[in-house]
């Protein structure tokens, strides 16, 4: 099929529709989802402070410290799933207090 075939062929005509709807909801989600972990950010940030920067635990060893303890906690209350399905390793806590993404991060699935 050469490219003008291609072009006029109202099944290709589709996908190329799809592929930009799905863009454009990609983006609007992006913006939505990147909103929603900034202000649950600042409200864990304004609770429970930067201690957490101090954190010495090693999520992948499922190790805890007690600087990142509240951060998990306030976390888990968050997530409306099986808490044993938190992705903590996922996550790195010493940059909890920086990061808006890194909070989203363990409710990722
Ligand atoms: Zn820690």
Same mark, same amino acid.
């Given at each position: 099929m050469s490219l003008k075939d291609r072009r006029n062929n109202d099944g290709y005509k589709n996908w190329l529709r799809v592929g930009l709807a799905l863009l454009a909801t990609r983006d609007g989600l992006t913006d939505v989802t990147l909103r929603a972990a900034k202000e649950l950010h600042a409200e864990l940030k304004d609770k429970?402070?930067? /201690?957490?920067?101090?954190c010495k635990c090693n999520p992948k060893k499922k190790q805890e410290c007690k600087d990142c303890k509240p951060w998990r906690q306030e976390l888990a209350s968050y997530? !409306?799933?099986? !808490? /044993?399905?938190?992705?903590? #390793?996922?996550? #790195?806590p010493s940059k909890w207090s920086k990061e808006p993404w890194e909070v989203a991060k363990g409710h990722n699935i």
């Open positions: 429970l402070g930067d /201690s957490v920067e101090n997530y !409306k799933g099986n !808490k /044993s399905q938190i992705y903590w #390793t996922n996550c #790195t």
